[in-house]
């Protein structure tokens, strides 16, 4: 009988979004970049993913976090970003948790309640800035990398809702982004599960309809998901508060405001013009929870105008453990049961089919 796989985790959430840091068991990823890495971890070490993120150690609602090395010289930390469906190219949530963590866990040193540091993500490195203001979770905040508008005012053909006019933008990672009022649900009052519907037919449309490209990054260009909002233009309405849901990875949903999403919000707003540099507001997620969303700055682009946003909010622990996963267990890398199907279990899945879905996340 062969050794099991041990997997040491800390488990946190940020506005109610788990974020499952990996601690220690995980191989080193090789790669001279940071998205070399992201390959690396796809091709060679999927099976530990779906054993982090899956039942019956995980759920179809987890997200997690592989540190690693950083590549980029102006990096001093470095992390992959993963969920049910594979790799994420940014993750706000996670990275507020990832600041905290860092500070708590001796990463990065605190100097009169302060802490700063530079974290390498798949789409960049951005800054985030760690402050203990009080007894509780510390606040901590980033600062995004180069966000933008990549198409305003799209239509395109959906099976059940028709033609929909949305929105791509780029905050980390490409959103659809649309009121859920246009396609007749309320983002407050439909059910839940007829909104994600809705989200999943809107990012498989606009998949087929909108060409996406990253100036810079091939590995960036997909869309990552949708996101629907409620009726609220941001700095169009006094500062009023607003409500998002994201629904990403074929059809799981972020708890938290999504932190690229607000990012890839603001981004639309300074292409709109409704946000000016300095103004900010709170965008709540399905848990009520909201982020503090700020636009930093702004710069003429060669398609338009090109922002970073400063998005800020609170991480909490949930607990530490080791994951196990044993010799002959036929689940030792995970399943899902998504709503219906049977059982699916992704060591029984093709090479091919894991290739294709990078990306998709």
Not at 21 to 49: F, N, Q, S
Not at 85 to 103: F, L, Q
Request: negative net charge; charged residues 20%; hydrophobic residues 40%.
């Amino acid at each position: 009988m062969g050794q099991p796989v041990i997997i040491a985790v800390t488990d946190m959430h940020t506005a109610g979004e788990p974020v499952r840091i990996v601690e220690r068991g995980y191989p080193e990823l090789r790669g001279a970049t940071i998205l070399e890495k992201r390959r690396d971890a796809l091709t060679h070490h999927d099976a530990l993913r779906t054993m982090l993120m899956l039942e019956p150690r995980g759920h179809d609602g987890m997200y997690g976090v592989i540190p690693t090395a950083p590549c980029a010289p102006d990096a001093d930390l470095a992390a992959l970003f993963t969920h049910q469906d594979g790799y994420s190219t940014m993750c706000g949530h996670a990275t507020i948790a990832i600041g905290r963590w860092a500070v708590d866990s001796g990463r990065v040193a605190l100097h009169d309640g302060r802490a700063s540091f530079n974290l390498e993500a798949p789409c960049g490195v951005i800054r985030v800035e760690v402050e203990q203001d009080g007894a509780g979770a510390p606040r901590v905040a980033f600062e995004s990398v180069e966000s933008f508008a990549h198409a305003i005012d799209v239509d395109v053909a959906t099976p059940h809702h028709g033609s929909v006019r949305l929105d791509i933008a780029f905050g980390g990672a490409f959103y659809a982004i649309l009121p859920a009022s246009r396609i007749g649900l309320s983002l407050l009052e439909s059910p839940l599960a007829d909104l994600v519907a809705a989200g999943v037919e809107v990012t498989d449309a606009a998949r087929a309809a909108v060409a996406i490209t990253h100036p810079s990054e091939p590995d960036l260009g997909f869309l990552y998901g949708t996101i629907l909002t409620d009726d609220v233009d941001l700095g169009a309405h006094g500062g009023a508060a607003s409500s998002n849901l994201c629904i990403f990875a074929e059809g799981q949903i972020d708890r938290s405001p999504t932190g690229s999403g607000v990012t890839a919000r603001i981004a639309l707003a300074a292409a709109r013009g409704t946000m000016t540099p300095g103004q900010s507001c709170e965008i709540r997620g399905v848990s009520g929870e909201g982020f503090i969303g700020t636009l930093a700055s702004v710069r003429p682009g060669p398609h338009g105008p090109v922002s970073r946003a400063r998005v800020e909010g609170r991480a909490y622990y949930s607990g530490r453990s080791e994951l196990i996963a044993e010799p002959g267990d036929r689940f030792a890398h995970g399943f899902t049961c998504r709503a219906g199907s049977w059982t699916r279990c992704p060591a029984s899945a093709s090479r091919a089919a894991s290739a294709k879905r990078v990306r998709r996340c």
